[in-house]
Protein backbone atom coordinates (compact mmCIF):
# COMPACT_ATOMS: atom_id res chain seq x y z
CA UNK A 1 0.00 0.00 0.00
CA UNK A 2 1.48 3.50 -1.17
CA UNK A 3 1.78 6.11 1.70
CA UNK A 4 -0.81 9.15 1.41
CA UNK A 5 0.32 12.53 1.43
CA UNK A 6 -2.41 14.88 3.43
CA UNK A 7 -2.09 18.04 1.68
CA UNK A 8 -4.02 20.88 2.68
CA UNK A 9 -6.70 22.43 -0.37
CA UNK A 10 -6.72 25.99 1.23
CA UNK A 11 -3.79 27.61 2.03
CA UNK A 12 -3.70 28.95 5.63
CA UNK A 13 -4.94 32.42 5.59
CA UNK A 14 -8.11 31.14 3.88
CA UNK A 15 -8.47 28.62 6.50
CA UNK A 16 -9.02 31.46 9.10
CA UNK A 17 -11.13 33.57 6.42
CA UNK A 18 -13.40 30.56 6.64
CA UNK A 19 -13.42 29.76 9.72
CA UNK A 20 -13.94 33.58 10.40
CA UNK A 21 -17.10 33.39 8.07
CA UNK A 22 -18.42 29.98 9.68
CA UNK A 23 -18.82 31.82 13.11
CA UNK A 24 -20.06 34.89 11.67
CA UNK A 25 -22.83 32.72 10.54
CA UNK A 26 -23.14 30.83 13.31
CA UNK A 27 -23.43 34.12 15.58
CA UNK A 28 -26.11 35.32 13.22
CA UNK A 29 -28.25 32.29 13.80
CA UNK A 30 -28.04 32.17 16.73
CA UNK A 31 -28.20 35.70 17.14
CA UNK A 32 -31.85 36.05 15.54
CA UNK A 33 -33.06 33.28 18.46
CA UNK A 34 -31.94 35.70 20.84
CA UNK A 35 -33.27 38.85 18.98
CA UNK A 36 -36.74 37.43 18.41
CA UNK A 37 -37.45 37.16 22.16
CA UNK A 38 -36.45 40.76 23.08
CA UNK A 39 -37.55 42.78 20.14
CA UNK A 40 -40.40 44.75 19.84
CA UNK A 41 -43.41 43.54 17.22
CA UNK A 42 -42.26 44.30 13.99
CA UNK A 43 -43.74 48.16 12.53
CA UNK A 44 -45.62 47.52 9.09
CA UNK A 45 -43.22 48.35 7.03
CA UNK A 46 -41.11 45.68 8.12
CA UNK A 47 -43.76 43.32 7.55
CA UNK A 48 -44.01 44.31 3.71
CA UNK A 49 -41.31 43.70 0.86
CA UNK A 50 -39.68 46.48 -0.39
CA UNK A 51 -39.90 47.76 -4.25
CA UNK A 52 -37.77 44.83 -5.48
CA UNK A 53 -39.53 41.96 -3.64
CA UNK A 54 -37.19 41.67 -0.93
CA UNK A 55 -37.73 41.74 2.83
CA UNK A 56 -36.27 45.03 4.73
CA UNK A 57 -33.04 44.61 6.68
CA UNK A 58 -34.19 43.30 10.45
CA UNK A 59 -32.66 45.39 13.42
CA UNK A 60 -30.40 43.13 14.16
CA UNK A 61 -28.83 43.20 10.63
CA UNK A 62 -29.51 46.87 10.56
CA UNK A 63 -26.95 47.15 13.73
CA UNK A 64 -24.71 44.65 12.23
CA UNK A 65 -24.58 46.53 8.72
CA UNK A 66 -24.35 50.21 10.66
CA UNK A 67 -21.97 49.34 13.72
CA UNK A 68 -21.01 46.21 14.10
CA UNK A 69 -18.93 44.87 10.77
CA UNK A 70 -17.97 48.80 10.47
CA UNK A 71 -15.99 48.73 13.48
CA UNK A 72 -14.68 45.56 13.12
CA UNK A 73 -13.31 46.38 9.54
CA UNK A 74 -12.11 49.95 10.76
CA UNK A 75 -10.08 47.59 13.04
CA UNK A 76 -8.78 45.26 11.68
CA UNK A 77 -7.92 47.55 8.69
CA UNK A 78 -6.31 49.40 11.49
CA UNK A 79 -8.30 53.00 10.39
CA UNK A 80 -8.93 55.41 13.32
CA UNK A 81 -11.30 57.68 10.70
CA UNK A 82 -13.04 54.35 9.66
CA UNK A 83 -14.08 53.80 13.63
CA UNK A 84 -14.87 57.01 14.37
CA UNK A 85 -16.85 57.24 11.27
CA UNK A 86 -19.88 54.61 13.03
CA UNK A 87 -20.25 57.30 16.42
CA UNK A 88 -22.22 60.09 16.31
CA UNK A 89 -20.03 63.17 17.14
CA UNK A 90 -22.47 65.22 18.61
CA UNK A 91 -24.31 62.96 20.61
CA UNK A 92 -21.20 60.66 21.95
CA UNK A 93 -20.59 62.32 25.60
CA UNK A 94 -16.61 62.55 25.66
CA UNK A 95 -16.44 62.30 21.84
CA UNK A 96 -12.67 64.02 22.08
CA UNK A 97 -11.53 61.56 24.71
CA UNK A 98 -12.63 59.04 22.55
CA UNK A 99 -11.06 59.94 19.85
CA UNK A 100 -8.10 60.18 21.31
CA UNK A 101 -7.99 56.98 22.96
CA UNK A 102 -8.83 55.31 19.74
CA UNK A 103 -5.80 56.98 18.02
CA UNK A 104 -3.31 55.81 20.94
CA UNK A 105 -4.58 52.49 20.61
CA UNK A 106 -3.46 52.53 16.84
CA UNK A 107 -0.18 53.90 17.74
CA UNK A 108 -0.18 50.69 20.07
CA UNK A 109 -0.41 48.09 18.32
CA UNK A 110 0.00 46.98 14.57
CA UNK A 111 -2.06 44.23 14.15
CA UNK A 112 -5.49 43.55 15.27
CA UNK A 113 -8.13 40.53 15.15
CA UNK A 114 -11.38 41.64 16.44
CA UNK A 115 -14.39 39.48 16.77
CA UNK A 116 -17.71 39.63 17.67
CA UNK A 117 -21.20 37.73 18.78
CA UNK A 118 -24.12 39.77 19.01
CA UNK A 119 -26.18 38.74 22.12
CA UNK A 120 -29.62 40.90 22.39
CA UNK A 121 -30.47 43.63 20.17
CA UNK A 122 -33.44 45.73 21.25
CA UNK A 123 -34.80 48.91 19.74
CA UNK A 124 -37.15 51.57 21.73
CA UNK A 125 -38.03 54.60 19.03
CA UNK A 126 -34.66 56.28 17.25
CA UNK A 127 -32.24 54.21 19.80
CA UNK A 128 -31.44 50.90 20.57
CA UNK A 129 -29.11 48.98 22.67
CA UNK A 130 -27.13 45.46 21.31
CA UNK A 131 -25.21 43.31 23.53
CA UNK A 132 -22.29 41.48 21.95
CA UNK A 133 -19.39 39.39 22.92
CA UNK A 134 -16.18 40.73 22.12
CA UNK A 135 -12.87 39.40 21.63
CA UNK A 136 -9.90 41.01 20.26
CA UNK A 137 -6.39 40.26 20.07
CA UNK A 138 -3.74 42.87 19.22
CA UNK A 139 0.14 42.40 18.59
CA UNK A 140 1.85 45.57 19.70
CA UNK A 141 3.83 48.10 17.49
CA UNK A 142 6.88 47.82 20.32
CA UNK A 143 7.97 44.46 19.93
CA UNK A 144 9.38 44.20 23.72
CA UNK A 145 5.77 44.52 25.08
CA UNK A 146 3.78 41.10 25.03
CA UNK A 147 0.22 40.55 22.65
CA UNK A 148 -3.10 41.93 24.33
CA UNK A 149 -6.06 39.59 24.68
CA UNK A 150 -9.07 40.60 25.49
CA UNK A 151 -12.49 38.80 26.02
CA UNK A 152 -15.04 40.90 27.34
CA UNK A 153 -19.72 41.48 26.93
CA UNK A 154 -19.82 44.72 25.43
CA UNK A 155 -23.04 47.10 25.61
CA UNK A 156 -23.62 49.46 22.62
CA UNK A 157 -25.92 52.28 22.77
CA UNK A 158 -26.90 53.61 19.41
CA UNK A 159 -29.09 56.56 17.55
CA UNK A 160 -31.11 55.84 14.69
CA UNK A 161 -30.23 59.05 12.13
CA UNK A 162 -30.71 59.47 8.55
CA UNK A 163 -27.68 57.38 7.51
CA UNK A 164 -28.55 54.63 9.55
CA UNK A 165 -27.38 53.70 13.07
CA UNK A 166 -24.70 55.47 14.63
CA UNK A 167 -22.91 54.52 18.21
CA UNK A 168 -23.67 56.83 21.01
CA UNK A 169 -21.50 55.01 24.04
CA UNK A 170 -20.52 51.41 24.67
CA UNK A 171 -19.37 49.83 28.39
CA UNK A 172 -16.54 48.96 29.44
CA UNK A 173 -15.71 52.64 27.65
CA UNK A 174 -12.32 51.80 28.06
CA UNK A 175 -11.95 48.70 26.44
CA UNK A 176 -9.70 50.79 23.91
CA UNK A 177 -7.86 52.57 26.84
CA UNK A 178 -6.75 49.68 28.73
Known sequence: MQGTQQ???MPKHSWSTALFVLLLVAGCFGMAQNIGQDQQAPSPEQDQPDASGQQP??????????????????IEEHSPAQVLAIFDDRETPD??????????????????????KVLQVTSERDYGFAIAEID?????????????????????????????????????????AQ
Do not use: C, H, N
Not at 57 to 74: P, Y
Not at 144 to 173: D, I, N, Y
Open 7 to 9: TDL
Open 57 to 74: LTLAEQVIRDVLAALQRG
Open 95 to 116: YAQLRDQIRAFFSQYEAVRFRY
Open 136 to 176: MAATPADETQLAVQRTTQMRFQMKLGAKGWKLVGFKPSDFF
